[in-house]
């Protein structure tokens, strides 16, 4: 599975960006999909994801960031509004085989197998 994030760029605080994923796979509709961020000198975290059973926010970005997944279109789309400079990050989108009920797995590691080459927001102050 192929996966190319778009949409990036540079936004003032309190403006939206939409970022977009492109996926390769066969049958994408059988795949979750999540959106991940890293910020320099920060680990890489979660922000969000959707597979057939649910859609998942990071608290940070709950009610600001909506998903939403073409699965005819194989994309699936970071709505994000009301940016904040604490959201400038490289933004990832991933996939896995949608093979558990939750984003985050019974782990709740939130583990993907494919990822995409990442896409830079930057929200200035």
């Known amino acids: 599975v192929q996966l190319q994030a778009s949409g990036g760029g540079l936004v003032q605080a309190g403006g939206s960006l939409r970022l977009s994923c492109a996926a390769s796979?066969?049958?994408?509709?059988?795949?979750?999909v999540g959106w991940f961020r890293q910020a320099p000198g920060k680990e890489r975290e979660f922000v969000g994801g959707?597979?057939?059973?649910?859609?998942e926010y990071t608290d940070s970005v709950k009610g600001r960031f909506t998903i939403s997944r073409d699965n005819r279109a194989k994309m699936v789309h970071l709505q994000m509004n009301n940016l904040k400079p604490e959201d400038t990050a490289i933004y990832y989108c991933?996939?896995?085989?949608?093979?558990?009920?939750?984003?985050?797995?019974?782990?709740?590691?939130?583990?993907?197998?494919?990822w995409g080459q990442g896409t830079q927001v930057t929200v200035s102050s």
């Open positions: 796979a066969r049958t994408f509709s059988n795949y979750a």
């Open positions: 959707i597979n057939n059973y649910a859609t």
């Open positions: 991933a996939a896995r085989w949608d093979r558990y009920t939750t984003i985050g797995g019974p782990n709740g590691d939130y583990q993907f197998d494919y």
